[in-house]
């Protein structure tokens, strides 16, 4: 899961969505320093992060990308299950995208002084270059890998990410639509507690 489902698994409560989004860009040293609300939700993105890497439908999705892909297989799963939950927003959305993405970025501002000071520049340029809509569309994930393998250290293993989403797309989307009302039942269940 990347950031779209991320945030859409902790809308319900703005202070563990903004926690679920920062977790990835959080340095450990940062943790304490977030109001104990973001921190629940930073714990949270790793219990769903959890979940979701053992889960057998995750593994097999990824094995189908194992092969071309190698130890970036996870990092594409993250962003191709970012646009399957976009593809499958009538099952899952109870409000249209836009508005969805509308409110999460008026979240994140409203909560910028409590992002660490490193992050907000970060955070700010997410919200003025739609971070959320490059989940969307095929050219929007291209983009995305494109930023992504700047990173890596062997940015050639994402040649062709788009074409392996094509290629597969078919049990791609049906895993995670088996796979996805599992991982909501975790965090309702999680919320719950």
Excluded: C
């Excluded at 921190?39 to 057998?56: A, E, N, Y």
């Amino acid at each position: 899961m990347n950031f779209l489902a991320h945030i859409f698994l902790t809308k319900h409560d703005e202070a563990w969505m903004v926690g679920n989004y920062l977790a990835d860009l959080l340095k450990n040293k940062d943790l304490e320093s977030l109001p104990i609300p973001i921190r629940q939700g930073v714990m949270l993105h790793r219990k769903i992060d959890s979940f979701t890497d053992s889960h057998p439908l995750v593994q097999y999705s990824t094995r189908l990308l194992h092969e071309k892909h190698h130890k970036y297989a996870n990092v594409l799963m993250d962003v191709f299950y970012d646009y399957l939950l976009y593809q499958n927003w009538h099952r899952y959305g109870k409000q249209d995208f836009i508005d969805f993405k509308i409110e999460t970025y008026e979240v994140l501002q409203r909560y910028l002084p409590s992002i660490p000071k490193p992050l907000q520049p970060r955070t700010l340029a997410m919200i003025e270059h739609d971070w959320l809509t490059s989940y969307t569309s095929e050219k929007g994930i291209y983009h995305t890998f494109e930023h992504i393998k700047k990173r890596a250290s062997k940015p050639e293993l994402f040649e062709g990410s788009v074409d392996s989403l094509k290629q597969h797309f078919q049990p791609l989307n049906e895993h995670f639509n088996l796979f996805f009302p599992d991982l909501m039942r975790f965090v309702n269940n999680y919320s719950a507690e």
